[in-house]
């Protein structure tokens, strides 16, 4: 007996953001089928879910939807505008969460001032607010539970982890009660507990009838997917059922970077002579809820260390101490650099030692700011380029630029272009003022499997060039560099 086709796509030359993306791209979507999409190019997998979404254009083949002709029909029939994304969720890797005045104008620091964050919803009134009013199986409470957002709705959007806001993206999925749910990358940002509840995110839905497809990497095939196509070569180069999966060892990655080049710009680094970090019997609070309990931490200089804990276990808190953008350090026995905070430092002063990347930094630049802008920002240490820059600042951003091949982006804006090269490009903007103490939180996320490989064994190499102290967060055992020896664990 033949499957009932849910979605096709037939000999499809596909353009993506102005370039081809595929050459003959064919896919068949049968009823029963949940797919995990992998592949060695990220810009590959989003354009292959925005092609199912009829987001490209498609100038020879075609792309047909069965599974909305009962429902299209229906609506036009009644007169009603309808479309065949009425019936499909899409959570992607890039998303912007707005003020209770609607307006997208929230700074980095406001997520850590108990005061301010209130400007922003409550997870509770966010889900409400940009649900569709759409009625099927999926509400609030059920959602909720299912993944885990119960004890969170009464909590600002802006004090949320990657990994919890991650799973706010997935929810509010549900709540448009889709019949397809399509997802880019959707355990980025997940600890170890959340990847492994994943796959039983996954059952519950499609229990309850929903067909996914995911994109993901070659290691982490969720439970509840029952095919595998992997994309290559202008279109798909290999498909498998779940069982017939092969398990593939990753090669280490050579870097494609002219190491010469690195070296220069990352000489000037020095062994600083003091304690780098010191905390003693640190604690934060908003409210009634305590983030951090006590904590002492010390870091000398050179130390590599790996900042390990759960989703919402106070690391990004932690982090904004380091970084000088909470205001409850003021308050706490806390030294950076041998001196105490609050002995009369500014800001300035605290942040030109510090290369900072998260990925979600993307978020707070303005709209117009070029990639050579943002990487020109790093000397200031501002969230986009505001000063007149000196000729020699320019020189070097142009030798980052060429260094991890970000030149054909350099004047195109920050939030327009792939993430992978976003990723490179916040790097280049810690580095470029070459600082004594380098944080990567989650820095290659929304990166492919290859460049989050090339990721790791460059921040090794960098950590091998020069003495640079680095914090280093991540969920993935595999990104971590083989330099990090130390481990820092806020545990849940």
Request: charged letters at 25%.
């Amino acid at each position: 007996m033949t499957s009932k086709i849910l979605l096709q796509v037939e000999n499809a030359q596909v353009h993506h953001l102005g370039k081809v993306t595929f050459q003959h791209l064919n896919f068949t979507w049968e009823e029963g089928q949940h797919w995990a999409i992998i592949g060695d190019s990220g810009r590959e997998l989003t354009a292959f879910l925005e092609t199912l979404l009829g987001r490209t254009h498609l100038p020879e083949g075609r792309i047909s939807r069965p599974f909305s002709e009962s429902y299209t029909s229906k609506k036009n029939e009644e007169g009603s505008i309808n479309s065949f994304r009425d019936l499909m969720a899409y959570v992607s890797q890039q998303y912007r969460f707005r003020n209770k005045s609607n307006l997208q104008n929230f700074y980095f620091q406001q997520r850590f001032n108990s005061s301010e964050s209130d400007e922003a919803a409550t997870v509770r009134e966010y889900l409400i607010e940009n649900s569709r009013t759409v009625s099927g199986n999926w509400n609030l409470e059920n959602v909720s539970e299912l993944l885990r957002l119960t004890p969170l709705l009464d909590e600002s959007i802006l004090k949320l982890s990657n990994g919890e806001t991650r799973r706010i993206s997935l929810a509010l999925g549900l709540l448009s009660q889709p019949k397809i749910y399509l997802m880019d990358q959707p355990m980025t940002g997940l600890d170890q507990e959340s990847r492994s509840a994943f796959g039983d995110f996954l059952k519950a839905i499609i229990q309850n009838g929903i067909h996914v497809l995911i994109t993901t990497s070659s290691h982490e095939i969720p439970d509840g997917i029952t095919h595998i196509a992997k994309l290559g070569d202008g279109g798909i180069s290999e498909k498998w059922t779940r069982e017939g999966y092969p398990i593939v060892q990753k090669e280490k990655a050579s870097l494609p970077w002219d190491l010469s080049l690195l070296e220069k710009l990352i000489s000037p680094i020095s062994l600083f002579s003091e304690t780098v970090i010191e905390l003693k019997d640190v604690s934060i609070r908003y409210g009634e809820k305590t983030i951090l309990n006590q904590i002492n931490w010390k870091v000398e200089s050179g130390e590599q260390w790996l900042l390990r804990g759960k989703n919402g276990s106070g690391k990004s808190t932690l982090i904004s101490l380091l970084i000088g953008e909470n205001p409850q350090a003021y308050s706490q026995d806390f030294w950076l650099f041998g001196r105490k905070r609050g002995t009369g430092e500014s800001i300035w002063e605290l942040k030109k030692p510090i290369g900072f990347v998260a990925p979600e930094l993307v978020r707070f630049f303005p709209a117009n700011q070029t990639v050579r802008k943002v990487i020109l920002s790093g000397f200031f240490d501002t969230m986009g380029l505001f000063k007149k820059t000196t000729l020699e600042q320019e020189s070097k951003t142009q030798d980052w630029l060429s260094l991890f091949q970000l030149e054909v982006f350099a004047d195109l804006p920050i939030q327009r272009i792939p993430l992978e090269q976003q990723r490179w490009a916040l790097l280049a903007r810690a580095l470029i003022k070459c600082p004594t103490l380098l944080i990567l939180d989650e820095a290659s996320q929304g990166m492919d499997e290859q460049q989050r490989e090339i990721f790791k064994e460059t921040i090794g190499k960098i950590c091998e060039l020069c003495h640079v102290s680095l914090i280093y967060v991540s969920h993935y055992t595999e990104d971590i560099p083989e330099s990090v020896d130390k481990t820092f664990d806020l545990g849940s």
